[in-house]
């Protein structure tokens, strides 16, 4: 059996899945994987939107990358037709 646990910002997701995993259900945090791809894929993050989301350190700085991505219906699309495949 496959559960999948969605909501708004601050519904409790995080609580849910930690309840479940206590109960011994395999919890797989999608938020989780699709940040470890922007560590691992910096440089072709930023080829595709720009070097500018890129902190001091040359890794992706997420709340730039979000606050370019949220704000542009384009922009969000493109990030996720790149990182979707990604995520496998």
């Known amino acids: 059996m496959v559960w999948g646990v969605c909501g708004l910002m601050?519904?409790?997701?995080?609580?849910?899945?930690?309840?479940?995993?206590?109960?011994?259900?395999?919890?797989?945090?999608?938020?989780?994987?699709?940040h470890s791809i922007l560590e691992r894929e910096c440089s072709a993050a930023a080829e595709l939107f720009g070097r500018e989301i890129l902190d001091r350190k040359g890794q992706?700085?997420?709340?730039?990358?979000?606050?370019?991505?949220?704000?542009?219906?384009?922009?969000k699309k493109k990030l996720e037709t790149w990182i979707h495949p990604l995520m496998v």
């Open 60 to 75: 992706v700085d997420r709340q730039v990358l979000g606050e370019r991505v949220f704000s542009s219906s384009e922009e």
């Open 10 to 34: 601050a519904a409790g997701k995080n609580e849910a899945c930690a309840f479940l995993e206590e109960k011994g259900f395999l919890v797989l945090d999608v938020d989780k994987v699709g």
